[in-house]
């Protein structure tokens, strides 16, 4: 008989074996009852209000991912003539991945959360607050489907960077977006090209606290500077056993 120590352990397994890669094997295949599957996980996510603000699209056409991959390869450049020093991935791995599954967040839910519609300053504040109540649920959502692809054997590629404006306009046409809604992610997925490997996360003692914030894990703003100048690179890529 399985025991809650016995489902943890499962789960941790799962959790601990979700691993990002981002070349895949591009002869590999993505069954429809694994999309099916981890969209299913996806879907019983929390959310605020219980209003579930997300909607998905399995991209299957390679035509469609090469361009997605050309875009962000574009916005790879811009990145670097804007001098942003940011160690960028290769974006190459979109037009390979074997599953492509965009995010979609319907931000019009914001009114959902408790909000004074006004116009007011306590207005503004409480839809400021009503946009990370729609987030954190879109996150929750979509880090099920992570694991979920990673219980089916899958490593996964998590891609944000498509906040920007020019971003959302060229992309919206392309998957047939409404304008009224927002590209929030796309996961790539797949058997990986070369084997994963698991990336340095904190130790749990970094970001524990019981009852009060803990004044001596603070890092002070020169602890940041230092961590991205000097550490951000090694940790965003490296095998947490080669990190210093």
């Known amino acids: 008989m399985e025991t809650e120590t016995d489902a943890y352990t499962s789960l941790m397994e799962v959790v ?3 691993m990002t890669n981002r070349a895949f094997d591009p002869d590999s295949m993505i069954p429809i009852e694994h999309y099916e599957m981890i969209l299913e996980a996806a879907r019983h996510a929390p959310s605020g209000a219980n209003a579930q603000p997300w909607h998905y699209i399995v991209v299957t056409e390679p035509e469609t991912k090469s361009l997605l991959a050309d875009r ?18 290769n974006y190459e791995g979109i ?30 504040m409480y839809k400021q607050n009503a946009e990370r109540i729609l987030l954190q649920s879109v996150a929750a959502s979509v880090m099920s489907a992570h694991l979920a692809a990673s219980a ?8 944000t960077a498509i906040g920007q404006k020019a971003i959302q306009e060229e992309l919206k046409p392309l998957l047939a977006v409404p304008d009224e809604l927002d590209i929030i ?15 340095w996360k904190k130790d749990l003692n970094q970001i524990l606290h019981w009852d009060r914030f803990d004044p001596s894990l603070f890092p002070t703003d020169d602890d940041i500077d230092t ?3 000097e550490h951000r690179h090694h940790v965003m890529y490296r095998d947490e056993s080669r990190i210093d």
């Open 16 to 18: 601990r074996n979700r």
């Open 72 to 89: 962000f390869k574009a916005e790879q450049i811009a990145r670097a003539r804007a001098k942003m020093k940011f160690p960028t991935p």
């Open 95 to 124: 037009r390979s991945a074997p599953g492509v599954i965009i995010v979609v967040a319907d931000f019009r839910f914001v009114k959902a959360f408790p909000v004074l519609n006004d116009g007011s300053d306590t207005d503004r």
């Open 152 to 159: 089916l054997g899958y490593a996964v590629w998590w891609i």
């Open 185 to 199: 992610d796309i996961m790539c997925f797949g058997s990986p090209l070369k084997s994963s490997y698991k990336r």
């Open 227 to 229: 961590w991205i100048r």
